[in-house]
């Protein structure tokens, strides 16, 4: 599980340029659910060490009558959703009106929120910033969001107190702390620790995740049996997804449902179940993850979005086409070409056209499932990768960088789930990324790898 941070603040203060910051190049989740705001964007962020959620909300647009409303509907369920409330506020502007309307309802509501005020760059800092204390919500964090200044200590600042309850956040910390020396000692410690982990005793954690109404319920009851299914009410917010054990051919899963079966019959469904930080936290939380797309439907952007995200979490992935039933041939050769224009950057992923309603497909899903995870997390040794790696040079070889050929020298394992394959050499960095998608598809095939992102990773050798 990962904490959730939500930017607030009314418009032009810099929410999205933090946002665009903190998640880099992932891609944003849009909101764009029906029922719901269009125009939150979900990301996920990879900062400084620490790994997190996070909202960007459209922000209130300044007028005061309208700021209690506006914050009902545009923001308060993003706070509502989050760990921390990062209240923007725009460090040479001064407080507005619409900075008072929105720390009044922050102080309301009583949960931690942090008064960044953006834009410090080329003012006298302390000076802006002393104007803020006067919202009431304590400390006022300096920072320029445009360049980055301020925005660690930031961070730090508002993560600390959360990393007892989220100890996942600050992994991406360690892993890439031995990143420099660890080119004499090749058996790293994630292989020792991934050595000493028997994979297939474990439940295989399953996600099922779609937009609304693709039959992600429908597909989770068939999957349980009818009898199976857990009719009692869990404690819990609608962020969090209800965890099902149970067993297929001998195997222990654990059925990660964020469609709420528990919730079924009840008429309020749509909105209330779906939840894009449900969905974003069951992604993190999954082995594999199965996306699920509405056969009668268009390919959406929010589907795309959806297997991006899962992609950039590492996580293996399965798509099944639902409502397979009751479509005529042409149709169905019609929905084939357009899955296979859309889904091209995951042309690793199995595809299993399925209905849910009636059963049909759904049994296969799960060798795929398996087939998935085993990809993940196969063993494989520093002679085997290298091997490959000379493999994949002799027939294709590396090309020059400014008159020089690239050396690649050997390759180790670097991590599990998803598998990450480190290559050491020569102006390794310099690889063009045609070279580097070679590698990648060459590692691919030869290890047979399915359903898996799969990372390679470059150091330079000296
Ligand atoms: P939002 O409406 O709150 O999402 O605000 P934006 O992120 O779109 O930013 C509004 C304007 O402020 C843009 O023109 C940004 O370039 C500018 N801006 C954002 N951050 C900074 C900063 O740290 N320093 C300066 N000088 N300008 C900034
Ligand atoms: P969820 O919102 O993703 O959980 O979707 P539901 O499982 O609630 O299904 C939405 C609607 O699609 C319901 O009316 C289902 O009966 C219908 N549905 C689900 N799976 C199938 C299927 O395989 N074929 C057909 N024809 N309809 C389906």
């Given amino acids: 599980m990962l904490p959730v941070v939500a930017l607030v603040g009314r418009p032009n203060v810099g929410k999205s340029t933090l946002f665009?910051?903190?998640?880099?190049?992932?891609?944003?989740?849009?909101a764009d659910f029906p029922g719901l705001t269009r125009d939150r964007k979900y990301g996920q962020a990879d900062y400084d060490?620490?790994?997190?959620?996070?909202?960007?909300?459209?922000?209130v647009h300044g007028d005061e009558e309208g700021i209690d409303k506006e914050m009902a509907s545009q923001s308060l369920r993003a706070i509502d959703e989050a760990d921390v409330v990062l209240f923007m506020v725009d460090a040479r502007d001064g407080i507005t009106s619409a900075d008072?309307?929105?720390?009044?309802?922050?102080?309301?509501?009583?949960?931690?929120?942090?008064?960044?005020?953006?834009?410090?760059?080329?003012i006298d800092a302390d000076a802006a910033q002393a104007d803020f204390y006067e919202l009431g919500l304590g400390n006022v964090y300096g920072i320029a969001a445009a360049h980055g200044r301020g925005v660690e200590s930031l961070l730090h600042k508002c993560f600390t107190p959360l990393l007892d309850d989220y100890p996942d956040m600050s992994v991406a910390r360690s892993s890439t702390a031995g990143d420099a020396d660890d080119e004499e000692n090749v058996e790293t410690q994630e292989d020792l620790t991934h050595d000493e982990i028997d994979y297939d005793a474990l439940p295989l954690k399953l996600a099922i995740v779609g937009r609304p109404n693709v039959?992600?319920?429908?597909?989770?009851?068939?999957?349980?049996?009818?009898?199976?299914?857990?009719?009692?009410?869990?404690?819990?917010?609608?962020?969090d997804s209800i965890y099902i054990p149970m067993e297929r051919d001998g195997r222990e899963y654990i059925l990660i449902d964020t469609?709420?079966?528990?919730?079924?019959?009840?008429?309020?469904?749509?909105?209330?179940?779906?939840?894009?930080?449900?969905?974003?936290?069951?992604?993190?939380?999954?082995?594999?993850?199965i996306c699920v797309l509405d056969a009668?439907?268009?390919?959406s952007d929010q589907d795309l979005n959806l297997i991006g995200f899962a992609l950039n979490a590492g996580r293996s992935i399965v798509i099944a086409v639902n409502k397979w039933d009751g479509l005529d041939s042409d149709h169905k050769e019609e929905i084939k070409r357009e899955l296979d224009r859309r889904l091209g950057f995951v042309d690793f992923a199995r595809v299993h056209f399925i209905s849910a309603l009636h059963g049909s497909g759904v049994g296969n899903l799960f060798e795929s499932v398996l087939e998935a995870y085993a990809s993940a997390t196969q063993r494989v040794g520093t002679s085997k990768l290298t091997r490959i790696m000379e493999m994949a040079a002799e027939e294709h070889q590396p090309p020059l960088v400014r008159g020089r050929r690239v050396k690649l020298k050997y390759a180790h394992a670097g991590g599990y789930n998803p598998p990450r394959?480190?290559?050491?050499?020569?102006q390794v960095n310099d690889l063009p990324g045609a070279y580097q998608r070679y590698l990648t598809n060459y590692f691919r095939k030869s290890l047979g790898v399915m359903g898996t992102p799969i990372k390679i990773e470059f150091r330079e050798s000296e």
Avoid at 49 to 59: H, S
Avoid at 102 to 122: E, F, M, P, T
Avoid at 215 to 239: F, Q
Avoid at 275 to 284: C, G, H, N, R
Wanted: avoid cysteine; charged fraction near 30%; glycine fraction near 10%.
């Fill in 49 to 59: 060490g620490y790994q997190f959620i996070v909202i960007d909300t459209a922000g």
């Fill in 296 to 299: 009668r439907e268009t390919v």
């Fill in 215 to 239: 039959g992600k319920s429908t597909l989770t009851n068939r999957i349980l049996g009818e009898e199976r299914v857990v009719v009692y009410d869990m404690p819990g917010t609608t962020r």
């Fill in 20 to 30: 665009n910051r903190l998640t880099r190049t992932r891609d944003a989740l849009v």
């Fill in 259 to 289: 469609a709420g079966v528990r919730r079924r019959g009840k008429i309020d469904e749509t909105v209330e179940k779906f939840s894009v930080i449900k969905t974003l936290q069951a992604i993190e939380d999954a082995n594999v993850v």
């Fill in 421 to 426: 394959v480190i290559i050491h050499g020569n």
């Fill in 100 to 122: 008072l309307g929105i720390a009044k309802h922050l102080r309301s509501i009583g949960k931690k929120a942090y008064v960044v005020a953006n834009k410090i760059d080329g």
